[in-house]
């Protein structure tokens, strides 16, 4: 058995524990009434997701079955088969042998064997309604896990939004810069030049500028985390889409 300590220094014999006792004290003795009565340890399970309940399956089934035990249905529904099963064998036995009347013994094996066939198709249509349950549980959990994503979608959007709309606004920055920069150092060499040069002739010296080509340089590193973030804005937004496409298609498999 795993154990845990809080940073209160309180230990806990498994995260199941450690988990409820970070809920509300109502919320956590709902969650321990419902486990009490639920005889399906993945029923709990899918209650405890919607709970928000950060741990595994496994660490909730232990937990479940040292807390609450439950009846074995399966379990004891196979052990009458089995024993139903060895009874009619051995009748069978008994009559051949002459151990028995056959009137009497054929009469006692049809009410044995009848006993056996209903004990079966209890069986059967217990582990279908079982399977059943497991799919569907299964269908509720992701549609869970994919609405949780979906909730959380337009807080990851708005984040990559604000991230290009501050890049476009540092790119337009440094261009104005650059602009300014350029029309200075433009000045600068038609001033400074010992020969009469075009305008032209001196913007291109000027663009050779060492100040001028360290902006350059920065407006192009700033085009490709433009050119990324537009993208990833496209990515997401298009996953809006896919949530939905993914939630209907798990609700058709479970009709």
């Given at each position: 058995m795993t154990t845990s300590t809080a940073t209160s220094g309180k230990v806990y014999l498994s995260v199941v524990d450690q988990w409820l006792d970070s809920l509300p004290a109502s919320e956590s003795d709902i969650f321990k009434e419902f486990a009490e009565i639920t005889p399906s340890a993945v029923e709990i399970w899918v209650y405890a997701g919607i709970m928000q309940y950060p741990g595994s399956f496994n660490d909730?089934?232990?937990?479940?079955?040292?807390?609450?035990?439950?009846?074995?249905?399966?379990?004891?529904?196979?052990?009458?088969?089995?024993?139903?099963?060895?009874?009619?064998q051995e009748l069978r036995m008994?009559?051949?042998?002459?151990?028995?009347?056959?009137?009497?013994?054929?009469?006692?094996?049809a009410s044995l064997e009848k006993e056996l066939r209903s004990h079966i198709e209890t069986s059967e249509r217990m582990n279908k309604t079982i399977d059943k349950r497991g799919l569907t549980l299964a269908g509720a959990d992701r549609v869970m896990r994919e609405k949780e994503q979906s909730m959380r979608l337009p807080a990851r959007k708005h984040y990559w939004v604000a991230q290009l709309i501050k890049s476009k606004i540092a790119r337009n920055a440094t261009f104005e810069k650059k602009k300014q920069l350029k029309k200075n150092i433009t000045k600068e060499v038609i001033a400074t030049s010992p020969v009469k040069l075009s305008q032209s002739a001196a913007e291109q010296a000027a663009e050779r500028h060492e100040s001028l080509a360290s902006l350059t340089a920065k407006i192009k590193e700033l085009d490709l985390i433009i050119e990324y973030l537009e993208k990833v804005e496209k990515t997401m937004s298009q996953?809006?889409?896919d949530i939905k496409n993914i939630v209907e298609l798990q609700k058709m498999e479970q009709l």
């Open positions: 909730l089934a232990r937990w479940v079955k040292m807390k609450y035990r439950k009846l074995d249905s399966r379990g004891i529904l196979n052990s009458e088969i089995s024993a139903l099963h060895s009874d009619v008994a009559i051949t042998s002459g151990e028995i009347k056959g009137s009497d013994g054929a009469a006692r094996l996953m809006g889409f």
